[in-house]
DNA sequence: CTGAAAGCGCTAACAG
DNA sequence: CTGTTAGCGCTTTCAG
């Protein structure tokens, strides 16, 4: 076993071929008579040869990389997308190069500089939001990019995202024909996509049952910020029934109520949440929420993705996938409510 | 702003100097006159050019990417691991390639082959055992590895975990200072080091004692497993005392125990966990578990490794971190234990 | 189908 | 310090 690097010129020499000829075995596209790819693959697996894909992207221009640029890893929803990600994305032969973007607003940029630098195919941004000339110099770069769980008002710019208004509004219709009347709002980050799509859609039912918003708090998708929040909305005139922008701050608006104030969830207080995270059906919570179908969104995002980078000319496509009320125990379920 | 990819030649030109000169302004380590630098900055920043690292990468034999191997993200101390390691390698300029090692067993030996192609300077194996001649191909390629939260008996190999074996031993050392007697143990996957560590230390801190175990079974650190060994486990004699081999497992014991088997914990039954991964703290859990140091973890990883990059010739470092014992709410508390 | 030859974009000696 | 000259390992025309 070799050790040192193998290269495809001293395997044709072991196998008495030209270097192109090892090339063009070992590159998809290319033809090569049966002998030779017989004493290439011989040769090769001899002195354990791989090509080297780096050299590959340099020329060929396809790196066959993916950046992925993420923001946060806490809220469960995330690991679970960036894994299902990752897998799809590797079975069509692509591999994910990660870049964390602090809560910095700035370092988004750069960081989307960096990844550029590595001449990546695409790109994904999950949660995030660009600076909108950054967006322009991915295009002129030729970089399709499309952004994960966020929309943008550009709309050149690619987008996968569950469909938050409708979202909003079941929360809403669920929690009124529950009969509530003192409904409190728990928001995000008033800067996300999600966040403004998931109360506009939550405010247009409320507002067409003609039932004011008898609270509303902002947790900025923070846990600390949430319970925070779940304190000073319940400090007087407590609602009875709350809507959490997302699951993440929905659990941790549950323990609050329930430990911190000795509420019961959902007799005293109906909690719904957004997401439909793995915890958010563990019976200690048995959340009441809106799922957001990961799968289908990793494959939209997918799609979209590669189509863009086979034919750059494509137009861009945003996607709002629907999803589905999943009625646990933290809302009370309103009688004769359909399953 | 141009529209195609701007090359050094392409400042050179305009900056009027070599194109050497332009790879030396970027190049860290190099040497240009102040004018230079000045010049080639100037028509950098107008045409927009940043280096090709993947070329630069070809030439110098250094690509500053480092493989990540995963193999599972639903527990939770695997995210908060990957998101401190990216950020610690960002900031030392290194970035990071992630492969998912599906359950599959061959599999894992053919992520590591691609993750060679992609000429990573070191990887990063989180949680995840190889064959033995893996680590030789790794070797021979000039690859340094670590392995991150998992040891393996091939001395040769470095490897960070926390002190396992210490862990376990805390764990025993609470319980039985605590009053139980008819203690049990859910094991994780009895392939993983971490399981067999943790289990070695429980068993020799009960064998002091001469206290036998009561019960053991097996949950494979997957959430429905430990459900239902939970259940064989408490179906008769049931053991007043639990411990898990991890705080994943450890929720889902606790939730079977209260919702599934009304059991009170710590009342009726005494849990302990291992990792204080963020639900541990939740005060619907409230675990008392072994904290693993993720950040230290972390860092000792990054440094084990970029020390391998630096200096090829350097031995093996394997690390056992100690990790303080939480002491929260779901098992029975010691008359006067020190906190 | 095959080999020779020309590069991809960049770094790294090497003289000056 | 600077430009010239070789490459890195590979893909891709281009003749044959």
Redesign the pocket.
């Known amino acids: 076993m070799a050790t040192h690097?193998v290269?495809?010129?001293e395997v044709a020499r072991l196998a008495g071929?030209?270097?192109?000829?090892v090339?063009?075995v070992?590159?998809p596209?290319?033809?090569?008579?049966k002998?030779?790819v017989e004493k290439v693959r011989k040769a090769a697996k001899e002195l354990g040869?791989r090509?080297?894909v780096l050299?590959?992207a340099?020329?060929?221009g396809k790196s066959r990389i993916i950046g992925l640029v993420v923001a946060y890893l806490n809220n469960q929803f995330y690991p679970e997308a960036l894994e299902k990600l990752t897998n799809a994305l590797q079975e069509r032969g692509y591999h994910v190069l990660i870049f964390m973007a602090s809560q910095q607003a700035g370092n988004i940029d750069s960081v989307v500089e960096e990844i550029l630098d590595f001449q990546v195919d695409g790109i994904v941004a999950a949660s995030v939001a660009l600076s909108s000339d950054l967006s322009g110099r991915c295009r002129a770069a030729g970089v399709p990019m499309v952004l994960f769980n966020r929309a943008q008002d550009d709309p050149a710019m690619s987008a996968v995202t569950s469909d938050n208004f409708a979202g909003g509004r079941k929360a809403a219709e669920f929690l009124l024909a529950g009969g509530h009347k003192k409904i409190g709002y728990i928001a995000g980050w008033e800067g996300a996509s999600t966040q403004r799509d998931r109360e506009a859609g939550f405010m247009a039912a409320l507002r067409e049952a003609d039932i004011e918003l008898h609270a509303r708090d902002v947790g900025n998708f923070v846990t600390e910020q949430a319970q925070e929040a779940t304190r000073r909305m319940f400090a007087n005139d407590p609602p009875d029934a709350v809507f959490v922008a997302n699951d993440h701050m929905a659990i941790a608006v549950m323990d609050t109520l329930r430990f911190e104030l000795s509420l019961n969830v959902p007799q005293d207080v109906s909690v719904i949440g957004y997401d439909d995270v793995t915890v958010a059906s563990w019976p200690a919570y048995n959340l009441t929420t809106i799922r957001q179908p990961a799968n289908r969104m990793v494959a939209e995002t997918v799609d979209i993705l590669l189509s863009k980078i086979e034919e750059p000319e494509i137009g861009p496509r945003r996607v709002e996938i629907d999803g589905p009320l999943i009625v646990r125990g933290s809302a009370r379920i309103p009688e004769g409510w359909k399953t």
Not at 17 to 21: H, K, N, P, T
Not at 29 to 33: I, R
């Open positions: 690097k290269t495809s010129l071929v030209s270097q192109s000829a090339s063009r070992f590159t596209g290319a033809s090569a008579s002998k030779t040869y090509p080297n050299a590959r340099v020329v060929s």
